[in-house]
């Protein structure tokens, strides 16, 4: 019976996670590109630069909100499964009370380190794309040494 808790428990809180995570990426690629767009040596006027140092504002507060939008999802999940009409159900199942809990906190832990990993790839993307053209320089390697 628990398998089926855990199916239904990563149905409903990955409902809607992957869109977040989803969107989180779409905005790493465009730090990305707004890294690339300050890290070059073209002089822009100040108002490109201005616009794109906020464009990258707003990008790593979207990481900030994707990291609790993420968690706002696993406490609704919490919430309507034990405290709500949805409760009154769930407690009629012929489960104990601990399996119950242990499905809540095992999706829980896999959708939070889902979270950091997709955290941690949105920033590796934002730094490999946007210094790319100083990764494939000679004077990057040799300050590297």
Known sequence: MLKK???YDFRSVFKYWWIA??????FALIGSGCI?????????PEIVNVSVTLILVLVYMSFVVFLFVSVIFIFLRFYKNFFTDE???TFTLPVRRGQLLNSKLFTSVVAI?????????????????????????????KRVK
């Open 36 to 44: 690339g767009i300050l890290n070059s040596d073209r002089a822009l």
């Open 87 to 89: 409760g009154y159900l």
């Open 21 to 26: 995570a989803i969107s989180s990426l779409v």
């Open 5 to 7: 808790l855990l199916k």
């Open 113 to 141: 380190t889902l979270t950091y990993i997709v955290c941690a790839v949105n920033i590796l993307i934002m730094l490999c794309i946007g210094f790319a053209k100083d990764v494939f320089t000679q004077e990057f390697w």
